[in-house]
């Protein structure tokens, strides 16, 4: 059973980036598709970006397109999501998601997720 822990949030301003963080244990995590979501208040829960296991395909939503990268370090059984140019907009929860079978944008597709960490941009 896969956990996952994420870091890195915290309260920014429009224009600023920053680096979310998932560490996961507890199982091969290399063989994972890997996946960040994310919530705002009143929301419900949003597709932001997946990663393969091998690392050779990624997916954004259209709205993080060009400014978000998700990114993996097997090695460090670590999945990253570097995020630039931030806006109101992007003002939410954002929680890691893995699963061994599937990739894609819908929440029901991962087994496994983190508790979340909040992200809070100032306009």
């Known amino acids: 059973q896969v956990q996952l822990v994420e870091s890195g949030g915290g309260v920014v301003q429009a224009g600023a980036s920053l680096r979310l963080s998932c560490v996961a244990s507890?199982?091969?995590?290399?063989?994972?598709?890997v996946a960040w979501f994310r919530q705002a208040p009143g929301k419900e829960r949003e597709f932001v970006a997946a990663?393969?296991?091998?690392?050779?395909?990624?997916y954004y939503a259209n709205s993080v397109d060009g400014r978000f990268t998700i990114s993996r370090d097997n090695a460090n059984i670590t999945v990253y999501l570097q995020m630039v140019s931030l806006n109101a907009e992007d003002t939410a929860v954002y929680y890691c998601a893995a699963d061994k079978n599937r990739i894609g944008p819908s929440p029901s597709w991962y087994d496994y997720w983190g508790k979340g960490t909040l992200v809070t941009v100032s306009s």
């Open positions: 990663l393969t296991s091998s690392a050779t395909s990624s």
């Open positions: 507890g199982g091969t995590f290399s063989g994972y598709a």
